[in-house]
């Protein structure tokens, strides 16, 4: 049993919203993360979405697109992403998803999850820039992201390995000691990974190890639609 992810789907079977806008490469790439995805993920994995998992503006919108990673091997976890229109309440969510008889997928908000001796904690993020609003929003999606990690702690102990997902990056060239960072540090989390990014601005993203942290973007060009086994 094995934790995959990939972020950043933008699937749209309901609606017309292609991503060949960021490039060529975007071309049919529905069916190259199916192709990859079926090579690579067991009924037995854990999959994580960090974001923008789908175009939709409403949740009942988004059955296609939830049935089109429904159809595909693993347990599915998704986060919020800035593109996530339709995201509503969990509760609201967890009932169209039974109603409409996907049973392997939940999300990711202000909660964790356990799996294979590794918890699986996140939260959105938010862009950091030196405007007032966005510096505000950050600091509830840093809140959140505590939230999720205390919840991990409580539920399943000290002794297991926290991962963390956001869909936001975490760190950026400018700042690379984020209100973000000083969380992961103080609860010792080693390994992030995130999403948001494409075409140019992949160069922009942050990876590697950062003063003991294990960066990866995970947006679905960025991996060259190729799911990552972490």
């Not at 294979?116 to 939260?123: A, D, S």
């Not at 999720?148 to 990056?169: D, R, V």
Request: proline share 2%; charged share 30%.
């Amino acid at each position: 049993m094995a934790i995959f992810t990939i972020a950043d789907l933008h699937l749209s079977f309901n609606t017309n919203k292609p991503m060949n806008i960021f490039g060529t490469n975007w071309e049919n790439y529905e069916e190259k993360i199916k192709k990859d995805w079926q090579e690579k993920v067991t009924e037995k994995d854990l999959v994580v979405l960090p974001g923008d998992f789908s175009w939709a503006m409403y949740l009942n919108e988004t059955e296609k697109d939830f049935a089109y990673i429904n159809s595909l091997p693993g347990k599915k976890i998704l986060l919020k992403g800035n593109h996530d229109y339709w995201w509503s309440t969990v509760t609201s969510m967890r009932k169209y998803i039974k109603e409409k008889n996907f049973e392997n997928i939940d999300f990711l908000i202000n909660n964790s999850y356990e799996f294979e001796n590794k918890i699986i904690v996140g939260t959105r993020g938010w862009a950091l820039t030196e405007d007032a609003e966005d510096k505000r929003l950050t600091q509830r999606e840093v809140a959140r992201l505590e939230l999720s990690i205390k919840s991990g702690i409580e539920q399943y102990g000290t002794e297991k390995e926290i991962i963390a997902f956001m869909h936001y990056p975490p760190i950026t060239k400018n700042n690379l000691n984020t209100e973000y960072i000083k969380i992961l540090k103080k609860y010792n989390i080693k390994r992030c990974f995130y999403g948001h990014l494409h075409a140019s601005a992949i160069q922009d993203a942050i990876e590697g190890n950062i003063d003991g942290i294990e960066f990866k973007l995970v947006s679905a060009d960025g991996l060259d639609f190729k799911i990552l086994k972490i």
